[in-house]
Structures are given as C-alpha cells and as structure tokens.
C-alpha cells in the first residue's frame, strides 16, 4: 500500500512562482507516469508526495495529471480518490478540463465508469478528449448501449468531430451491442474523415483499425464482409489471424476456421500463440471435431511449446464431453497443471445433463462446481434441477427450487435485442413495455398458427423444471424474449434483409427448432448471436447443424 496522500499540505492556488528546480521536478515526475512501470509509478505518487510536502511545489494543474496518470497505470482506486479531494480542494475538478480528463482516466482504469459519467456530466468545458475516455469508459466496462448514446449526443450537442480514438471505440461498442448499421457508419466515418489522404488508404493500411472492423462485422453478424475485410489487409499481426479464425468458428464455418489456421501456419509461417489455440479449440469444438481438436492440442504444446492454460483446457472438456466422452474429459481435469474453474464443472454438468449419464455422476459434478468461487452458481442449480426433472425426480427439483430462494439466487434473465433503423430494440420474456407491443403480440400469434399447421409441437425439456402443466410451458417457451425479437423483426424487416438478434443466454432447443421453421415459412434468414455463437438460420436449417 503506498502511503496516504491524505495529509499533504494543500498548496496555496496563488502560488505559481516555483523554485527553479520545480520544473525538472515535474519533468521527472512526468516521465515516471509515463514509463508504464509498475515500481516506478509507485515512485511517482511516492515523488508527488513529496513535492506537495515541500515549501514550494510545483503547480498542482501540472503535477496532478502525472500523479493521476500514475494512479490509473496502477489502477489505485483509494490514492485516486486521495487525489480528486485535492484536486476539488483546489478547484481544478471538474473546472479543470486536463485534471477533469485525468480523473477520468483514473476511474475508466478502475472499472468505474458510472463514477466516470457522474464526473464527466460536471466538466463545463469538455474536450474530445473527455468525451474519448468516457466513451471508451462505458465500452470497455460493457455498457455498450450507453457508449453508443453518448457517441451520438457527441454528435448532436459537442459539435466535435470524431477522431481515430473515438470510432475505435464506437467500432468496439457497436461489436459488443451488436449495432451492424451504426457499425457500418463509424466505418464510413473512418474511410470519409481519418482518411489521411482522401480516399481512405491511411485507414485500410492501418493493422490495428482493421482489426477491429473484422471483430465489429464478426459479430455484427456479417461474417462475410468481416472476411472480406481480413482479405484485403495488406498488412496482418497475429491478432488479425486470431481474430478471423474464431470468428469464422463462432459462425459455425468450421472447416473454414481451421484451414485458415493452416494457411497461417504452413503457408504464412506466422507463430501461433496461446489465444490462436483458444480460437482453433473452439472451432474444432463448435464443429464436435474430438479428433482434431486432440492433435492441435498435441501441436500446441509439443510443436510450439505453448503451456496450456485454463481456457484451453476448458475447450478440450468441453468438446469431449459433449461428444460422450465424459471419462475421458475427467481424465483431462485431473492432468491439469492448474485448479480446474467453475467454467469447466459446468460444462461436465452440462454434459452429463444432455447425454442422461445418471445423477450420481451429475450431483460430483455440482458439488464441485459449486466448491469453485463463481459469481455464477445459479447456472449449476439450474443444470441440476434439469437432471432431476430428466428423471422425473421433482421433489428433488423442488429442493433445488427452494436452496435458491433461501440463499437468494435468481436464474441470469435472459434478454435479446435486435437492432431497427439505427435503434438497439431490448426485449425480456413476456416483455410487453415496447411502444409496438400490440402489433408483436398480434405477429406472434400469426407466427404460433402457421408453426402449428407445419406440425410444431413445443419441446417442453427446456420449459421450467417444475411439474407443472404442459400448456403452461408451452405459454412461457413463446414468450421467451428472441421470439419477441423475431416478431418485432418480422414488422420491421426489409424484404430480402436478415433479421440479427442478439442474445444473452444459450438459445434453448424449443427456440431453436422454431427459428428452423419460421426461416423456411417466412423466407427469412434469422441471424442470432448467442453467448456460445453464431446460428444462421435459413430455409429451415441452422449453420450449428443442431450441434450446439
């Protein structure tokens, strides 16, 4: 911990004659801020410290932008803190706008970006600057949505014009929000403003900018032009590999992914590394391919001397679990060289769930699960409460019911979004507070008719695990929130254009099979971005090949 800030002496606001070695003092401190060392930003809030303890420090609108800076590099919340309280002592925060931008900095790299808004909103004299680094705040702390508002009151009310630094982050908040057409304009913006030279060669040359649209149209849903994005790049780092393989997995264009990977490797002769294997893992997992999946493994560790980590452990599991191959999986746990995380029990769980190996093995799984610290426990007792339910075991179903509302969990809501005209459209189950919700309601039972004269009956395994009525379940499955979204899509859609969702959960096997039927009976492509991936919808098909 480094030592308190709090008992500085306030230096004096009218006190801006320092002595003749302040400004090499500022210089010094300056450069330790900006050397991106730990020990030596220790030593610049150490050298802060000691300046303002002095009988003449330095300016503080010089010197607290370094000690900040420093801070953030260290992500020192409680010397941050320190600091505003002097900085709003000395009234530079927020009438400052270099010590306002600073501060922040400093909670944007503490993963506090609603204390950054609060301050942002007080700044009276905002710069690009201050806009960049809350913008970029809220995107990089996974408030996409906010980050993507903020972009467009910047446009309506700054009168500024975006710089490099603003669309990299609004190409990250689009890709994370799923915003395909406010994508596409930042994209222009680049090509149109940051050209350099006119006719955008500055941009398409730029290694780090094309990075980025391959991972904005990757997830967008557009995997085709993030390819041809990625083919066109005359230059490519290893991130750019890495990027297009799994997005081209996430997609479900498996085979693509990994000839992609040995086309780096055989032909490009670009060096893999750990996330490279992370991406071709998940391709040969998204694809069920246990073969390969084993000899990239192999490759990783014994052609590459790559050690494994966590995630790519995760991968192996995961694929060969969900293949059947549930001992082997255990095998791989027990020869990691690290603690097996909450992640990899789930997926055992999972697995054990969907291949009906028995509740003995199932409850071990749990168990272990829920020994690891996860925020995400409510997961495991819903897994559990779903083997229970396979086995008509419903008072143990009830049980589980019962330890989650006792220690106060609640299953993730789910939620999809689809975005219309430019707006990012959010829908929860049964939701019924969208200004059109009459009109969806009304598509949705027209959508519920035409699936019942194709023959669809709903698969209730999914439903909620309580030995409730069949009807019942079948209410909450077609109110599940990506049907909302799909009949809101229905109402809005350009002919010929697909409709792109995007969801929080895993897509359930009801919702699955419907979106087959409603492709083929709409001729309609549904796109929908799930937490695991990417299923493309069309003429009564899905890209997963129902593996998923």
């Not at 993507?148 to 669309?167: C, K």
């Not at 075991?393 to 430019?422: A, C, H, Q, T, Y």
């Not at 209410?475 to 929080?504: C, D, Q, V, W, Y």
Request: hydrophobic content about 40%.
């Amino acid at each position: 911990m480094l030592p308190s800030l709090a008992a500085t002496p306030i230096p004096s606001t009218t006190s801006h004659r320092p002595d003749p070695s302040s400004s090499s003092s500022v210089q010094l401190l300056r450069s330790l801020a900006r050397s991106r060392r730990a020990h030596l930003s220790h030593r610049a809030l150490l050298l802060f410290r000691s300046l303002h303890a002095s009988p003449s420090p330095p300016p503080p609108h010089f010197s607290l932008p370094a000690a900040l800076s420093a801070a953030s590099f260290l992500a020192a919340l409680p010397e941050g803190r320190q600091l505003h309280a002097l900085a709003a002592k000395l009234a530079l925060a927020p009438a400052h706008t270099v010590v306002a931008n600073s501060l922040l900095h400093l909670y944007a790299s503490c993963g506090l970006p609603d204390a950054a808004l609060a301050l942002f909103r007080h700044i009276p004299a905002k710069s690009l600057v201050s806009w960049n680094t809350v913008i970029d705040a809220l995107a990089s702390n996974g408030d996409h949505l906010g980050a993507l508002d903020l972009f467009r009151e910047m446009q309506r009310n700054a009168g500024l014009a975006p710089d490099a630094y603003t669309v990299q982050s609004v190409l990250g908040a689009c890709a994370g929000a799923g915003s395909l057409s406010l994508g596409v304009y930042a994209h222009a913006l680049l090509l149109r403003e940051l050209g350099g030279d006119g006719d955008g060669k500055a941009v398409s040359r730029d290694v780090l900018i094309n990075n980025s649209l391959v991972d904005l149209y990757g997830k967008c849903g557009a995997v085709e032009i993030a390819r041809q994005v990625f083919d066109r790049m005359p230059k490519r780092d290893i991130t750019s590999w890495n990027v297009m393989i799994l997005t081209l997995a996430n997609h479900g264009c498996v085979r693509e992914s990994v000839d992609l990977f040995d086309r780096m490797t055989r032909v490009e002769s670009v060096v893999p590394n750990a996330i490279t294997f992370v991406a071709v893992l998940s391709a040969c997992n998204h694809g069920g391919m246990f073969e390969e999946s084993r000899r990239y493994f192999e490759m990783m560790v014994s052609e590459y001397g790559i050690r494994p980590r966590i995630e790519h452990y995760g991968c192996m599991v995961d694929i060969l679990a969900r293949a059947g191959f549930i001992k082997e999986a255990l095998d791989v746990v027990s020869g990691m060289n690290c603690r097996p995380d909450a992640i990899i029990w789930r997926s055992l769980l999972g697995a054990c769930c969907k291949q009906n190996a028995g509740s003995e093995l199932s409850e071990a799984m749990a168990k272990m699960a829920l020994d690891v610290p996860d925020d995400a426990v409510s997961g495991v007792y819903v897994l559990l409460s779903r083997v229970y339910a396979s086995a008509q075991r419903w008072n143990d179903v009830g049980m589980v019911r019962r330890l989650m509302s006792e220690e106060g969990l609640k299953k993730e809501p789910g939620f999809s979004s689809i975005e219309m005209d430019g707006l990012v459209h959010q829908f929860v189950a049964g939701d019924t507070s969208h200004p059109r919700s009459e009109e969806i309601y009304m598509k949705l039972d027209e959508i519920d008719q035409r699936l019942a004269s194709s023959g669809y009956k709903p698969d209730l395994s999914e439903a909620r695990m309580v030995a409730g009525m069949d009807h019942t379940k079948g209410t909450a499955l077609r109110l599940h929130s990506e049907r909302l979204a799909i009949s809101f899509g229905l109402l809005k859609a350009t002919a010929g254009e697909p409709i792109r969702i995007l969801k929080n959960l895993r897509v359930c096997k009801d919702c699955h099979t419907t979106s087959k039927l409603i492709s083929e009976l709409y001729g309609v492509e549904i796109i929908v971005r799930d937490r695991i991936r990417f299923h493309h919808f069309k003429d009564g098909a899905c890209s997963c090949k129902d593996y998923w």
